[in-house]
């Protein structure tokens, strides 16, 4: 990609003809601003969904832990269709029993561990007993229903890579390995700040000007896992020393800083000039995206700080693309941009090039190769959220795009249901 970042590109002295800087590039610049947070702590396994692993988990078992039936039957000492003579029962959670000898059987139940000499397991319902003979209806294949020592883990093998989110199948392997804690890294202490001299929160009072802060709400809720510590620093009037004076000290104590509203170049956008007077460092440009073009990125003590737009609709789709990489970065897990799944359009949409442009979508029905059909919802450019409740997910078309038909193909950022497969 030959586009360079500007800086500053959205001040009134930018030069609008320079290009903007993609997503990708923005992520970049975000992911340079961080270090891995330093810290760990030791949770239960159950308890560790969410979180980031330290360090590489190492088995010290081999699973299974020993030879076992896959299945209720008769393990055979010998193969072929027999008669073998049965000499015994067992079941799970027994020890071994003895050895089979050639022409012997031992009725064995699901998970029981098979005795030495077996050569095979033949399933219950593919069998015919008469006393104590068992005859198998076919030859039975040798190692056929048993499963092994040590083929689903040896002893050694990694079982969950420093950095890994911990979900319910790692919570699964660590079980059956024995674990019952996991070093994961500390929680990341993040701090949210809603600015503008308009937003209230409910029961304080509305003037006449006055709105409900939206951002902060929404980006608790964004923030609500496992993994985050959330200081809420309200909302602060659109005054420079104010919210100066609230980031220098927020930034003692968080990695993260994040504020909504306040980063164009208006008179009354005072979050550039705000991080300057605390002694940060700011990185603000904006990105070739719609919407959610002024972003700002920089560092302020020992914490980064992330300016996201005060529009609800932007600031939504920034921190998604931006905020959640910039996260996992600093949580030392690979960040990925968010993953899009190829679509058709079921809509025509002229629109002026420039900016990869993103908007609410609902899937209405599926193409012939089996691509998701997305029709667009809401106004280009709007700050309207209804169309987001109706959307399964955000659509979004390339910068150079300018004209959108039926058919043509797009992008799909689907919602993630709770499942999160
Ligand atoms: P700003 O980025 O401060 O210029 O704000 C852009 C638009 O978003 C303005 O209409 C603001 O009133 C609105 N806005 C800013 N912050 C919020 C917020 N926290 N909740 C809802 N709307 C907001
Ligand atoms: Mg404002």
Not at 25 to 54: D, F, K, S, Y
Not at 282 to 291: F, G, L, R, V
Not at 333 to 353: C, D, L
Request: aromatic share 4%; with cysteine; charged share 25%.
């Amino acid at each position: 990609m030959s586009e360079t970042v500007q800086r500053d590109c959205c001040s009134a002295a930018a030069d609008t003809k320079k290009p903007l800087a993609t997503i990708e590039q923005t992520i970049e610049r975000a992911i340079g601003l961080c270090a891995t947070i330093e810290g760990t702590e030791v949770v239960p396994v159950t308890q560790a969904v969410g979180r980031t692993a330290a360090f590489d988990v190492i088995s010290y078992l081999e699973l299974p832990l020993r030879d076992h039936s896959a299945v209720d039957g008769y393990a055979l000492g010998g193969t072929g269709t027999g008669p073998f003579r049965i000499v015994g029962r067992t079941t799970a959670g027994e020890t071994a029993a003895k050895r089979l000898s050639s022409g012997q059987a031992l009725r064995i139940m699901t998970g029981a561990p098979v005795p030495p000499g077996t050569e095979a397991v033949v399933m219950q319902e593919h069998v015919t007993v008469s006393g104590d003979q068992v005859t198998a209806g076919f030859s039975v294949p040798a190692g056929d229903n048993i499963r092994c020592r040590g083929e689903d883990v040896s002893s050694m093998d990694t079982l969950v890579r420093a950095g890994a989110r911990i979900d319910p199948r790692h919570v699964a392997i660590l079980a059956a390995s024995g674990y019952q804690g996991l070093e994961v890294r500390r929680k990341l202490r993040v701090a949210l700040l809603s600015t503008g001299n308009e937003l209230r929160d409910p029961g304080v009072g509305m003037g006449p000007g006055s709105i409900f802060d939206t951002n902060r709400p929404m980006l608790q809720a964004l923030l609500a896992e496992e993994r985050i510590d959330i200081t809420d620093l309200g909302i602060k009037p659109d005054k420079r020393d104010v919210i100066s004076d609230c980031l220098a000290e927020a930034a003692r104590h968080h990695d993260l800083i994040i504020t909504s509203g306040g980063v164009s170049v208006g008179e009354e956008d005072h979050i550039k000039p705000a991080i300057l007077d605390a002694g940060g460092h700011i990185e603000s440009w904006c990105m070739a995206i719609k919407p959610g073009k002024p972003i700002t990125l920089g560092r302020l003590d020992k914490a980064v700080f992330l300016g996201l737009p005060g529009n609800p609709l932007a600031c939504f789709v920034d921190f998604l693309l931006v905020g959640r990489p910039l996260m996992d970065s600093l949580e030392g897990r690979p960040t990925a941009f968010p993953s899009a799944r190829n679509a058709r359009a079921g809509f025509s949409w002229e629109r002026r090039p420039g900016r990869r442009e993103f908007f609410p979508a609902t899937v209405v029905g599926v193409s012939d190769e089996g691509l998701p059909v997305i029709e667009k919802i809401g106004r280009a450019g709007s700050a309207r959220l209804m169309p987001l409740i109706e959307a399964d997910g955000l659509g979004a078309v390339d910068s150079t795009c300018g004209s959108v038909e039926p058919g043509s193909g797009l992008q799909f950022f689907p919602f993630k249901s709770q499942m999160k497969l």
